[in-house]
């Protein structure tokens, strides 16, 4: 009794006391908001980013997930990811791109994969006002894309493009396959065998085998296998999409037949690479497939005691530049802008070990005839970028 007596008083004195002295009262009121308020603020720091873009997702009646032209497996499987997230909490999506899908690589992929991708040429094309941009920041590659306004932004390239609400951009990722895995695994999403059925799964989140085979490509793809600019979570998103692969269809994908012309423009850049220390340029000429020159690069890089490379090609009067670096000190993607952006109409960029760009035919003042690039002067340039003078 005289304990409950004690606390009593206590309460009669603090009651009096907050009578006396009101501040004290609108200070303590003051401290329990900004408890709370951080507490929000914590609660939402840990709101990972998977959960927090299937909410976003969640919100919309139809999304537009829009590729870079030209998409390659990384963009496509990324694509197709965001699209079956959005798929299962009810959104209708809609998977698009810029120009072309060439390379017999990328071909492949959308083949076995039977995959639903359209292609656009201006802004009205776009299947809804609601966009997501999937490995690339800034729209890109047709009529009126610089007057689109993506609604979320998921990427692994360098760039200051963003979404409007919100933006998810690893540079320090190989593949922006990785980052839409992670949105399933930040979800729970039990990946699909090939042999079972997703309703076998439990789960009210699944990731179904094309789903997780394509994502598992598009991280080898743009990584060469775990081998380049891969990082920690590449690997572990390629662990947790592995019991949902289709194993034949992926050894479908990765051996396509290959064009004859892809194997000509190769030997043409071996034969007539210029060589100036541990750095190469091939100038391969003219070609009908411009998804060649990269691969030309690839090859050109396994040359015993070549460290970057840069493939020259043209086609339509435009000149394409491929460049390949396992060089630390050859930021290709630098290498290549830096000269280009000295030159009238270039245009270029890329990571570390792989960069490209372009040089868009310019009239001459009579407006009779392209103007043309002198190439030789273009080699030196890349040459000296190469060697860090630029």
């Known amino acids: 009794m005289r304990a409950m007596s004690a606390v009593g008083d206590r309460l009669s004195q603090a009651e009096a006391m907050v009578r006396e002295n009101p501040e004290i009262a609108v200070a303590g009121a003051l401290i329990v908001l900004i408890v709370v308020a951080v507490g929000l603020v914590v609660l939402r720091a840990r709101r990972t980013p998977g959960v927090r873009f299937r909410r976003l997702l969640a919100d919309e009646d139809e999304i537009t997930v829009l590729m870079h032209p030209n998409p390659d497996p990384d963009a496509m499987s990324a694509a197709v990811g965001v699209a079956s997230l959005a798929d299962q909490v009810d959104v209708d999506a809609t998977v698009q791109y810029p120009g ?10 959308r083949t076995v994969l039977d995959l639903e991708l359209e292609p656009i040429e201006h802004v009205s094309d776009l299947a809804s006002e609601s966009v997501v941009l999937v490995d690339h920041n800034e729209p890109r590659g047709f009529a009126g894309a610089d007057g689109v306004l993506p609604m979320a932004v998921v990427d692994h390239h360098p760039g200051d493009g963003a979404g409007g609400s919100f933006t998810d951009v690893r540079t320090d990722y190989g593949a922006s396959a990785s980052v839409v895995a992670e949105y399933f695994q930040d979800n729970d999403a039990v990946p699909v065998p090939p042999d079972k059925h997703a309703s076998e799964t439990g789960s009210d989140l ?103 490379v840069v493939v020259i090609g043209e086609r339509d009067k435009t000149v394409h530049l491929s460049g390949r670096s396992r060089d630390d000190r050859v930021h290709m993607g630098n290498a290549i802008a830096a000269v280009l952006d000295d030159v009238d109409n270039g245009n270029g960029g890329g990571h570390s070990r792989m960069g490209g760009g372009t040089i868009e035919p310019e009239l001459d003042p009579t407006g009779e005839e392209p103007k043309t690039v002198d190439r030789d002067a273009l080699a030196d340039g890349l040459f000296r970028a190469m060697a860090g003078d630029v």
């Open 206 to 308: 699944t990731l179904s085998t094309d789903t997780a085979t394509g994502l598992l490509y598009g991280i080898l793809a743009d990584t060469k296998h775990l081998t380049v600019g891969a990082s920690e979570p590449d690997f572990a998103a390629a662990a947790y999409l592995y019991p949902g692969v289709d194993q034949d269809r992926l050894d479908r994908i990765a051996n396509p037949a290959v064009d004859a012309e892809v194997l000509e423009v190769k030997a043409r850049a071996i034969a007539g690479r210029r060589i100036e220390g541990s750095f190469a340029v091939a100038d391969v000429g003219g070609v009908n497939n411009v998804d060649a020159i990269p691969q030309a690069a690839d090859e050109l890089i396994q040359l015993e005691g070549v460290s970057a």
């Open 100 to 109: 072309q899908i060439r390379h017999q690589e990328n071909r492949a992929f």
